[in-house]
């Protein structure tokens, strides 16, 4: 069982930046891992793929975040960031992180990011 704490959400001008962290209670084998991701939900709207990266490092981004927001890893303390600039109101949601493994899938408890102008 592994299990994701998340951190790093708060509320932000339109215009800044965010760093959010979903830090992994244990060490994953890149051999059973599929991929690594942020997704985030508005209330009454369907939760989003906000980007992605696989055990190949290939990343994939959702087309509103592209340029903006940036996926990283650091494999040897179980940490995955997702880097958000030039944050937009359009951008409030609650963020998940999830890792996807061959034993399963794992989410995060959420982050709320509030973009206020």
């Known amino acids: 069982q592994v299990q994701l704490v998340e951190s790093g959400g708060g509320l932000v001008q339109a215009g800044g930046s965010l760093r959010l962290s979903c830090a992994a209670s244990?060490?994953?084998?890149?051999?059973?891992?599929?991929?690594m991701g942020w997704y985030r939900q508005v209330p009454g709207q369907p939760r989003e793929l906000v980007v992605q990266?696989?055990?190949?490092?290939?990343?994939e981004y959702a087309d509103s975040v592209k340029d903006r927001f940036t996926i990283s890893a650091d494999n040897a303390k179980n940490i995955v960031y997702l880097q958000m600039d030039s944050l937009k109101p359009e951008d409030t949601a609650i963020y998940s992180c999830?890792?996807?493994?061959?034993?399963?899938?794992?989410w995060g408890q959420g982050n709320q990011v509030t973009v206020y102008t």
């Open positions: 999830k890792v996807s493994t061959t034993m399963g899938a794992y």
């Open positions: 990266i696989n055990r190949a490092d290939t990343t």
């Open positions: 244990r060490r994953i084998n890149i051999d059973r891992l599929y991929t």
